[in-house]
């Protein structure tokens, strides 16, 4: 009953329209979140390897190599989803002319986080970090900011770009 009501009033008092990633234009974008997600896949990958080597896996193995499966297609899910926003809506032609590349690059993060989610495979993994690396590489850069390169403190160890944060 509720839903026709406002279906109703909608009908009768229209609102404009606006749309943002959030329904919010916040102006906040961050590739860091797509990064730590593509770790935590080439995590859960070694975890499931790391299984895969037993010769046997008890229920408990089974049910942990469950949960690692799971996490890792959230997390194939999560770098899609985190490219797909700062690509839709903070990339625009200013950035596009700086990097041409930029379309292609997230489109080959899309079907490489596809590839991540339908196989256990590392190096596709590993592939996945190294352009969400570049991704983030350029974004810094359409900002301004520099960007250093380090291996994160945690496992996987793997490299990761950051940008530098400093007050000058």
């Not at 408990?60 to 297609?73: F, G």
């Not at 196989?119 to 359409?142: G, Y």
């Amino acid at each position: 009953m509720l839903y026709k009501l406002l279906s109703f009033l909608d009908r009768k008092v229209t609102f404009p329209e606006v749309s943002a990633h959030c329904d919010i234009p916040c102006k906040i974008y961050d590739p860091s979140t797509a990064q730590i997600a593509a770790l935590t896949i080439i995590r859960m990958v070694d975890l499931i390897q790391d299984l895969e080597a037993k010769d046997s896996l008890t229920v408990d193995d089974q049910a942990t190599l469950n949960r690692l499966v799971a996490q890792k297609e959230e997390h194939g899910f999560k770098v899609k989803e985190e490219i797909r926003v700062i690509w839709g809506d903070y990339i625009k032609t200013p950035q596009l002319e700086q990097f041409p590349e930029i379309h292609e690059l997230a489109h080959s993060i899309m079907l490489t986080a596809s590839r991540v989610k339908q196989n256990v495979d590392k190096d596709a993994a590993l592939d996945l970090l190294k352009k969400v690396n570049r991704f983030a590489e350029i974004f810094w850069a359409t900002k301004g900011v520099k960007t250093y390169t380090t291996t994160c403190p945690y496992p996987p160890e793997q490299t990761v770009v950051y940008p530098q944060l400093q007050a000058n």
